[in-house]
C-alpha cells in the first residue's frame, strides 16, 4: 500500500526565514498530495494541493512542488511568520483512494 | 470550504460504557466519511473508511467490534467505541469528502476521549 514518508520530524527556523518540509510517497499511481496544517488542539487545515498534471503551486507565502519522477513533494513557506508555528502533515491517496498521512512536522517560527 | 461538524468535542466515560460520536456534513452530501485517531504529538492514524449505505472498511489492526461506524445517511456518520478502556482514549476525527481519493476532505473539529 501506500507509504508516505515526511521529514523532518521537528523544523525550527526563526522569523522572515524561509521553511522546507518534504514529503516521498510509494504508488505511483497517487495524483493528488494534499498538505494540512493542524494547530494545537484543533482540525488539520488544508493549506494548498497538488495534483499530478502540475510541477508547482503558489499561493502567496506558501507554495508545493512536485517530482513524480522521483516520487517526491515539498511544501514551502517563506517569509515565516509566528502564526505559521504548528504541525503540518503532507498526504497521498492508496490504491483504494484513501488518503494516507506522513508522520507530521512539528513547525517551530523563532522570534 | 465545506462544513464538518463533529459531536461531542470531549467526552469523559467510564471504563466498560459505550460512547458514540457523530460526524455531519452540513452543506454537502459525503460519499465517503473516514475515522482517524491521533495520539498525542502523532500523526493521524487511518481506522476506517465509511461509505453510505454500506458496511465499514477497517484499516489492519483495528477491531470492528470494538470500534463500530454506521453511515446512515450522505451526511451522518457514526462511530461507537464499545466497551471503553483507558488505552482507547485518544482524539478520534472524522473527515468528509463528496468524492474519493483526489478530492479534498473537510476535517471534523475532533473529539477527545478520556476514559477513567
Known amino acids: 500500500g501506500e507509504n508516505v514518508e515526511q521529514h523532518p520530524s521537528t523544523l525550527s527556523v526563526q522569523e522572515g526565514d524561509s521553511a522546507v518540509i518534504k514529503c516521498t510517497y510509494s504508488?505511483?499511481?497517487?495524483?493528488?498530495f494534499p498538505w494540512y496544517k493542524q494547530e494545537l488542539g484543533k482540525r488539520p487545515q488544508l493549506i494548498i494541493d497538488?495534483?499530478?498534471?502540475?510541477g508547482e503551486k503558489k499561493d502567496q507565502r506558501i507554495a508545493v512542488t512536485l517530482n513524480k519522477t522521483a516520487k517526491h513533494f515539498s511544501l514551502h513557506i517563506t517569509e515565516t511568520q509566528p502564526e505559521d508555528s504548528a504541525v503540518y502533515f503532507c498526504?497521498?491517496?492508496?490504491?483504494?483512494?484513501?488518503?494516507?498521512f506522513g508522520k507530521g512536522t512539528r513547525l517551530h517560527i523563532l522570534p | 470550504g465545506a462544513v464538518v461538524s463533529q459531536h461531542p468535542s470531549r467526552v469523559i466515560c467510564k471504563s466498560g460504557t459505550s460512547v458514540k460520536i457523530e460526524c455531519r456534513s452540513l452543506d454537502f452530501q459525503a460519499t465517503t466519511m473516514f475515522w482517524y485517531r491521533q495520539f498525542p504529538k502523532q500523526s493521524l492514524m487511518l481506522m476506517a473508511t465509511s461509505n453510505e449505505g454500506s458496511k465499514a472498511t477497517y484499516e489492519q489492526g483495528v477491531e470492528k467490534d470494538k470500534f463500530l461506524i454506521n453511515h446512515a445517511s450522505l451526511t451522518l456518520s457514526t462511530l461507537t467505541v464499545t466497551s471503553a478502556h483507558p488505552e482507547d482514549s485518544s482524539f478520534y476525527i472524522c473527515?468528509?469528502?463528496w468524492g474519493v481519493g483526489n478530492t479534498e476532505a473537510f476535517f471534523g473539529q475532533g473529539t477527545r476521549l478520556t476514559v477513567v
Open positions: 497538488i495534483r499530478s498534471n502540475v
Open positions: 498526504a497521498a491517496p492508496n490504491r483504494d483512494d484513501k488518503i494516507i
Open positions: 473527515s468528509a469528502s
Open positions: 504508488d505511483s499511481a497517487s495524483n493528488y
